[in-house]
């Protein structure tokens, strides 16, 4: 501490760099040592990365709060949130110009996700976080900084980071809402479920910037159809009851306002686990469910979607299928067999946001355009056999197209935000009023081929230099290039984003895109190498650690890859299996 005071009262007033003498310093505090990785070059540049690190034996966390590792990760997420509220309380912020005093973390949202914010094990944990080192205008603030770390940071610590200053119950109660949810998931299979649902659920939000549950006040509970009661064990609590979604073919419907989207979007998020208070700790989702939609504009590289799309005019191959703008039906196929490719074993869609020609062909189109004469399949033709001849379930919002009641397996009707199962309705509504529309499919799904990435045609340099940034969720600078990924809905949160860039950026390195890979051989090994070494293994830098990373599934990272508008295939000798 005397050496930090000594180091900040000698540049004080200083130009700006001189606050590099602390990049790569370890301070020793009483309890707890503090460490620069790496130093702002400007007042107006993003924050300073520091690190406290606090040995187990002042810390003094039971081994059960952090062991297994799902364990490891829910307490990680809660102690950032823990440090995060405490910086309100115990840092001044704002002294100086730019971002000057700011003490951040990268806070969680509604999710619980494997972070590098917070890393913690039986010798020691580490909490790594962004500090805006104080100065008026360029010139160093050492007084000011000497405040921060010397007076702020001691009680911030105390009161985020010590086992016995902590509301111990509180952080028992996240550890374990957690494990029960990644334990009701992992008992999916075994019960041919892909989904499901906790009676008591709140799964509609306070808004669309604002993640919250509705409160209780406002919001209606969940209730589960008789018929699709479930019972799952969990580890803490005993069972759960609530409605299991089976494998095959899903549909919700029911009148507009009435919960239809809602409960998709509850499902797409519950890929991941929750925490306690979100209102979805009881709903769980197959890991390997993939929300696809239309996606116009974007660029399709080399992708088989001769299944749903034959016989182009022009003679346009579709079983190799580029666009630099596809449609909004070529880039929903194109979806789907890129999500296959990666191993979706789910897909979940809303009518509201797919192509309608993608969607359904009726009979009196097909009367008007004959088959010859339009190249589409239509999802409804191919959709059992996807379940039959791959085991992909799907789950499908439909609100206005009845001819689907003659594929699906499961009918769920929402009525003011209320499931009811109408599969036998629906069934009885089909066969007194056929469709007569023909199936237009033929006798099989058809093959899909692996495709393999060109590393030539992935740059992450930009002026040769790495320039890889995250643009909230939405997008991601990659170099010269920009990677929209606006409508790949299952990122929820920026540092995910930031993630994916450095994982490609690491199979880049580490020839894991070597021209021989396909894409699922790519993301399985980038996915095995962070259950192994955790996140930080992807960083080109170990000395100096990030804090602002969290982990994507592998899906999402293959998304990001064939978004790419530089991205160039071959194609490989296997055939794609799912099972």
């Known amino acids: 501490m005397k050496q930090l005071q000594q180091i900040l009262s000698q540049i004080d007033g200083k130009g700006y760099k001189a606050y590099k003498k602390l990049q790569g310093q370890c301070f020793q505090f009483p309890g707890f040592e503090l460490c620069f990785y790496q130093v702002q070059g400007d007042p107006f540049a993003a924050p300073s990365q520091v690190a406290v690190r606090v040995p187990q034996k002042n810390a003094a966390f039971p081994g059960e709060s952090y062991q297994p590792k799902i364990r490891q990760v829910a307490l990680s997420d809660y102690l950032t949130r823990c440090f995060h509220e405490n910086i309100k309380k115990h840092a001044r912020g704002k002294r100086g110009s730019g971002k000057s005093g700011a003490l951040q973390i990268d806070r969680p949202g509604q ?100 993640q919250r549950a509705l409160p209780a006040d406002q919001a209606i509970a969940f209730k589960t159809p008789p018929e699709l009661a479930v019972e799952l064990e969990i580890p803490h609590g005993g069972k759960i009851k609530g409605m299991g979604i089976p494998r095959g073919v899903n549909l919700i419907v029911g009148g507009g306002y009435h919960g239809k989207s809602t409960l998709l979007r509850a499902l797409e998020q519950s890929v991941y686990n929750h925490k306690p208070g979100d209102g979805r700790e009881g709903v769980v989702t197959n890991q390997e469910a993939f929300k696809i939609r239309a996606e116009d504009g974007r660029r399709v590289e080399k992708v088989n979607i001769s299944p749903f799309i034959n016989n182009l005019p022009f003679g346009q191959d579709t079983a190799e299928f580029s666009s630099e703008e596809a449609s909004g039906s070529t880039s929903q196929a194109a ?7 990666a191993g ?12 309608t020609n993608f969607m359904i062909r009726d009979m009196r189109m097909q009367l008007l355009v004959a088959k010859e004469k339009e190249p589409i399949t239509p999802f409804i033709d191919k959709v059992q056999q996807l379940y039959r001849e791959r085991n992909i379930s799907t789950v499908v919002v439909i609100g ?7 594929v699906a397996d499961t009918v769920l009707m929402m009525e003011t935000y209320r499931p009811f199962l109408v599969t036998g309705e629906a069934k009885e509504i089909a066969q007194k009023h056929p469709n007569q529309r023909v199936q237009e ?24 230099k790495v320039k890889v940034k995250a643009r909230g969720v939405e997008g ?16 929820l949160d920026p540092s995910q984003t930031r993630a994916i ?41 170990p000395k100096k650690p990030r804090g602002d990373f969290a ?21 490989g000798t296997g055939l794609l299996t799912t099972f």
């Open 111 to 210: 999710e619980v996700l494997e972070r590098t914010s917070v890393s913690v094990n039986e010798e020691m944990l580490e909490v790594r976080f962004f500090a805006g080192l104080p100065a008026a205008g360029r010139r160093v603030l050492g007084r000011e900084a000497a405040e921060m770390f010397l007076n702020e940071l001691p009680g911030l610590v105390e009161n985020s980071l010590i086992y016995n200053n902590l509301h111990q119950k509180e952080l028992f109660n996240h550890v374990y809402t957690v494990e029960n949810q990644q334990v009701m998931r992992s008992q999916l299979t075994e019960k041919g479920l892909i989904a499901f649902v906790a009676d008591g659920s709140i799964l509609p939000r306070r808004s669309g910037v604002d």
């Open 551 to 571: 982990r994507p599934r592998p899906l999402e990272v293959a998304a990001a890859i064939n978004r790419l508008r530089t991205l160039k295939v071959v194609r």
């Open 335 to 341: 979806n789907i067999i890129e999500s296959l490719e």
């Open 476 to 491: 991601l600078q990659f170099g010269y290039e920009d990677i929209d990924l606006h409508f790949v809905e299952q990122i």
């Open 344 to 355: 979706a074993k789910v897909l979940l869609m809303d009518e509201d946001t797919s192509a």
């Open 501 to 541: 860039g450095d994982m490609i950026c690491y199979a880049l390195r580490n020839n894991l895109i070597d021209g021989h890979k396909p894409v699922k051989d790519i993301i399985d090994q980038l996915d095995s190498l962070i259950d192994n070494r955790g996140l930080e293994a992807i960083l080109p830098n």
């Open 400 to 406: 206005g197209a009845g001819d689907y009641f003659d």
């Open 441 to 464: 499919a033929g006798d099989s799904f058809g093959e899909l081929q692996e495709r393999i990435p060109k590393p030539s045609s992935i740059d992450p340099t930009r002026k040769n």
